[in-house]
């Protein structure tokens, strides 16, 4: 997995829902229904300012070339969303309590007492390695003891083992590079110009 360089920060970025869900349509009238399958995820497409090739655009380019054989790592830009101070004073990451969680609710433990996870704030749940991006789905607060049950948006693509660390403070999207991924232009005053998608493979 190739990190892509967190200077400079992406201009744009547009995220959408893999669903691979559907609906079913009855003949004559009937009731339309929703047929949902786990494996949703994102894909978030980005685009960047002009790069000057000789202080940092060649090196993007080249762990983009690298990424579209090993898959990149990028951190989810938050805009104006400020996730506040998420873990204990200690800095101890928030980790999920407890094995053989699935569904749409994720118990972690060692939060900030009393800090506010915000309906639509962007996580990501690393499990064996692996960023899994998300958001959270309704507003929870920790408790005294650390510990609060998070409501995802999608159902979680693998159950986590006790321990995984949920990042909130620098959420990540991992996955791979998708459509013109290695397309950059250089423009005559040696600057490039860069855009491309990362989509989440599971």
């Known amino acids: 997995m190739i990190d892509l360089p967190d200077w400079p920060a992406p201009n744009g970025a547009v ?22 399958k786990p494996g949703n995820r994102y894909a978030v497409a980005f685009t960047y300012p002009s790069l000057d090739s000789a202080k940092g655009g060649r090196i993007f380019v080249s762990r983009l070339i690298k990424g579209l054989l090993e898959g ?41 007492p009393a800090y506010g996870f915000v309906e639509g704030q962007p996580i990501s749940l690393e499990i064996a390695g692996q960023h899994y991006l998300d958001f959270v789905a309704e507003t929870a607060i920790a408790g005294a ?16 083992s006790a321990g995984s660390v949920l990042h909130v403070a620098k959420p990540m999207v991992e996955g791979f590079l998708m459509g013109n991924a290695v397309s ?3 423009a ?3 600057r490039l110009s860069i855009s491309f998608e990362i989509r989440e493979s599971r």
């Open 72 to 112: 990149v790592r990028l951190d989810y830009p938050l805009a104006d969303f400020e996730p506040g101070t998420p873990n204990v004073a200690n800095g101890t990451p928030i980790t999920v309590d407890g094995a053989g969680q699935s569904g749409k609710f994720l118990k972690v433990q060692n939060v900030q």
């Open 184 to 186: 950059w232009e250089v």
């Open 145 to 160: 003891d650390g510990k609060v049950t998070i409501q995802l948006s999608q159902m979680l693509r693998k159950p986590p």
């Open 15 to 36: 995220p959408r829902v893999l669903d691979f869900g559907g609906f079913l349509e009855a003949p004559g009238g009937a009731e339309t229904q929703r047929a949902n």
């Open 188 to 190: 005559l005053n040696k």
